[in-house]
């Protein structure tokens, strides 16, 4: 039988002792045999050269022990504040959490955001007061600073905790005691937090915190079927990629294949910097895989689902300072690693600016960043002064309407937008039954609702605190690609914000101010010009205030108060801005010069297609409410023009009589059929094969373009050509020069691109499944390769040179924007 496992975080505010408590825990289990230091440079899991340096903890890290036949797998996440999106990150894969107080100087500001995040994930809570050896405070004293249902678990508790809930009374009435199952189900359900004290540097408390962890937790009960939850992305000193994860369901062993398309190559419980290689994991377990690479954090693999969205985000862009004549694409591979790693850095390429922008949450934060840049590239950036990041929602519910139908494309989707409670974030729905619409487009229209930010029209900041359901969509079985469906489900989101009345938000800080009493009107006069709302108790100032206008207010405080001030703050969330018309003219947004992101839609009349403003769309859709003050869609049929109704009544009036159907024909030759052997003759389908780099190579209107740019760009170019020939399109690259490179490729509706593996050309492969292909389509490759020709005439199949299909692609590219931009 297994043992049993839990997965335990540790977490709080800097400097509260969450390294040394774990140094402590790894000692008491016989895990290590010295002690570490923090101060000393020398703890256990405290190993990274720049957490050894500023003494606090950057990066989560795991580590693994045994206490009394459990298998612990512990956590450890950075206290700053600039790291707590990495603190997040940990929180979905916790069976419980440890949350650390200073005994010294009891609740402090961020353990109120860690207290949030462990309420918005659910995660049962332990408490342990750290440092009570040098405290001048008495438990009392710290406990009145904590919740009602912090309970002191090291007296007598039965009492406090019977009044959790019913059945804990009950059991208490009837026994005087309340069995260990009832007291599981209170701390996992978050109905009591038990407490403990204690100090982590002299070993006091340790034992009988660790024995809680094994007594209150629960013994999961898994799924059979193989999951696991992705929740870190780090990379290891030799440039290996590690895939830290918790196994959710089943087993999983080495070798095993990941969605068909990458395998396990090891499977690592790391303990610090060290690790031990294992063949199998069951479920429970904290590990890490190698050999997978296009992973995310917070996706599911297996039968896991995908993490929910976090709640702490940065509230600044930054521009990255490069040094004079660095090309920013000199940094694309160190940043695309960084972004893996930390997803919330939203670190994004401008190519046309030729700019790096970023969200960081603080000064610390960027220090940090700006040393790891340095030891990958030997580039010393710096970081731009940062712009608020803005955020829009609604005010009432809407309904937006999106439709897209050039030639041979078709869709239509009908979305409900409704405003949430501040800081809510986006939730996405479907109320619309498989009778209506399939389910399949269904889930093609949410994932497009998902997979990505959507902008708002006031500034063109993304948008939250919105609900937003499907009611009514409709598309063509002969017609409609997964495109078109992308397409109608982002104009509707903008036909609906453009009806909307909207708010502009912007973040604020909930802070606390110390400052003399003579020094006090000053302050309270700055505050309210920088519109925080404040309260007054003596010396204490708290309140709540815009980040735009505190930003870095210390440096102000120090002036007003002469040096005897101070300034602590922590993420409030999002509000209304109190400035909105002065920002909103000062971004200058035009929503419906946006071509990326347009409002209105695209119909189809006499064969081609025609742009309809926002505003106008309402007459030209092709799904209508049932009646007025109906929720409920009907489809209703196409409108036709006078002009196009008299020529159908003329059609049926007899004018449409084949002249010639009475001529006398001369007789034909009889044949005897069965002496004739005859055969259907089956029209296949057309298929175009492209040899990738060929022709970014040959296309003139690709020379200069960076090579990753220039491979998306002709993808892009090459999928609307794809979409109006109406054939199917296989692109193949080779990467016969990259090491360890395997065999892949992805599909998009008729659109297939493949990636050759190591020691592989496109041109070998499109030799070797030629003959396959020719059996299924008439095959059109296109190449400028001599040979690949030869090849491709022998098996008797069309070529069509580089040159020519850029030309092809070009002038539709041309039409489609045309077709689709043209008021």
């Known amino acids: 039988m297994d043992k049993k496992k839990v997965t335990v975080g540790i977490l709080a505010h800097v400097d509260a002792g969450k390294t040394t408590l774990i140094e402590s825990m790894l000692y008491q289990s016989h895990q290590i045999r010295t002690l570490g230091r923090v101060d000393h440079q020398d703890a256990f899991l405290d190993f990274d050269h720049q957490e050894r340096q500023r003494g606090i903890t950057i990066f989560s890290k795991e580590a693994h022990l045994e206490w009394k036949d459990t298998d612990i797998y512990v956590i450890d996440t950075p206290g700053h504040i600039d790291f707590s999106a990495e603190m997040e990150r940990s929180l979905q894969v916790l069976d419980l959490a440890i949350l650390l107080i200073n005994g010294q100087d009891g609740v402090q500001s961020h353990t109120k955001t860690i207290w949030k995040c462990l309420e918005h994930y659910h995660i049962p809570t332990l408490v342990f007061v750290n440092k009570m050896d040098i405290s001048y405070h008495s438990k009392e004293e710290l406990l009145k600073d904590l919740p009602s249902t912090c309970i002191d678990f090291t007296e007598d508790y039965l009492e406090k905790v019977a009044l959790c809930n019913e059945d804990c009374l009950n059991a208490y009435i009837e026994t005087q005691n309340i069995p260990t199952s009832l007291l599981q189900q209170a701390i996992y359900r978050r109905e009591c937090f038990p407490c403990f004290f204690g100090s982590a540097l002299k070993q006091e408390g340790i034992q009988p915190l660790m024995d809680a962890i094994v007594q209150y937790s629960l013994d999961k009960d898994y799924p059979s079927d193989f999951g696991a939850l992705v929740y870190k992305i780090s990379t290891n000193e030799k ?30 419980i790391y303990n610090g910097q060290g690790y031990e290689s294992v063949q199998e994991v069951s479920a429970g377990t904290i590990c890490v895989f190698t050999g997978l690479s296009q992973f995310e954090v917070g996706q599911g693999i297996g039968n896991q689902a995908d993490s929910i969205v976090p709640t702490l985000e940065a509230y600044m862009n930054y521009e990255l300072v490069l040094p004079s004549g660095v090309d920013p694409l000199s940094l694309k591979d160190v940043c695309e690693q960084l972004s893996q790693e930390d997803p919330q850095l939203h670190m994004v390429y401008d190519e046309k600016l030729k700019k790096i922008t970023l969200r960081l949450m603080g000064p610390i934060q960027m220090e940090v960043l700006s040393n790891r840049i340095y030891e990958k590239t030997h580039i010393q950036v710096g970081f731009s002064n940062g712009d608020v990041l803005f955020k829009e929602t609604i005010q009432e519910s809407v309904i937006g309407k999106g439709h897209f139908e050039p030639l041979r494309h078709y869709a239509e989707v009908h979305l409900r937008l409704e405003p949430l409670p501040r800081n809510s974030g986006m939730i996405y729905e479907s109320e619309v039954s498989t009778n209506e619409l399939p389910q399949n487009w269904q889930h093609l229209i949410l994932t497009h609702l998902e997979e990505r930010e959507h902008r708002g029209v006031l500034t063109g900041s993304p948008i ?104 602590v703050c922590q993420p409030a969330g999002y509000d209304i801005c109190e400035d909105a018309k002065t920002i909103i003219a000062q971004k200058a947004y035009d929503p419906e010069k946006d071509m990326r992101n347009p409002t209105g839609s695209v119909f189809c009349t006499h064969g081609a297609g025609f742009y309809v403003p926002w505003n106008e769309v309402d007459a030209y859709m092709h799904i209508q409410p049932k009646n007025e003050n109906s929720q409920s869609y009907r489809s209703v049929k196409y409108t036709i023009s006078d002009e196009e109704a008299k020529r ?98 992805y599909k998009k509706g008729d659109l297939e691109v493949i990636f050759t593996k190591y020691d592989e050309t496109a041109d070998s492969y499109i030799e070797k499944h030629v003959s396959e292909w020719k059996k299924k389509y008439r095959l059109i490759v296109a ?30 590219n041309a039409d489609a924007f045309k077709t689709f931009h043209t008021l």
């Open 239 to 268: 440039g290996q990629r590690l895939t830290h994860v918790k196994i959710t369901g089943g087993t999983c062993k080495v070798k095993q294949k990941i969605n068909e398309e990458e395998k396990i190559d090891q499977i690592r």
């Open 648 to 745: 159908v009544f003329a059609m049926t009036n007899g004018q449409n009589k084949n002249k010639d159907k009475h001529k006398v024909k001369p007789k034909k030759k009889k044949i005897d059929l069965e002496k004739v052997e005859t055969k259907p003759l089956v029209q296949k389908p057309e298929c175009l094969v492209v040899d990738g780099y060929n022709q970014i190579f040959g296309w003139q209107s690709l020379k200069g373009i960076p090579f990753d740019s220039a491979r998306d760009e002709l993808i892009d170019r090459l999928s609307n050509y794809q979409g109006y020939r109406n054939c199917y399109l296989i692109i193949v690259f080779d990467a016969y020069r990259v090491k360890d490179s395997t065999h892949r490729s």
């Open 464 to 567: 939250t605190d919105m609900k937003i359901t499907l009611i009514a969509g409709k598309g063509s079985i002969k017609h409609t690609m997964g495109g078109d469906f992308r397409q109608a489900t982002y104009r509707a989101i903008r036909q609906g914000l453009m009806q909307a009345t909207n708010l502009l938000l912007e973040p604020y800080y909930d802070f606390t101010i110390h400052v003399p009493q003579s020094s006090l009107s000053r302050v309270l006069y700055d505050l309210e010009q920088r519109h925080a709302k404040v309260e007054v108790q003596e010396d204490t100032i708290t309140g709540k205030g815009p980040v735009r206008t505190l930003s870095n207010y210390q440096n102000e405080l120090t002036a007003l108060s002469k040096g005897l001030g101070t300034f």
């Open 783 to 812: 190449s400028s390769d001599g040979l690949i020709q030869n090849t491709i005439l022998a098996h008797g199949c069309q070529r069509m040179s580089a040159r020519e299909l850029e030309k092809r692609a070009l002038s539709t």
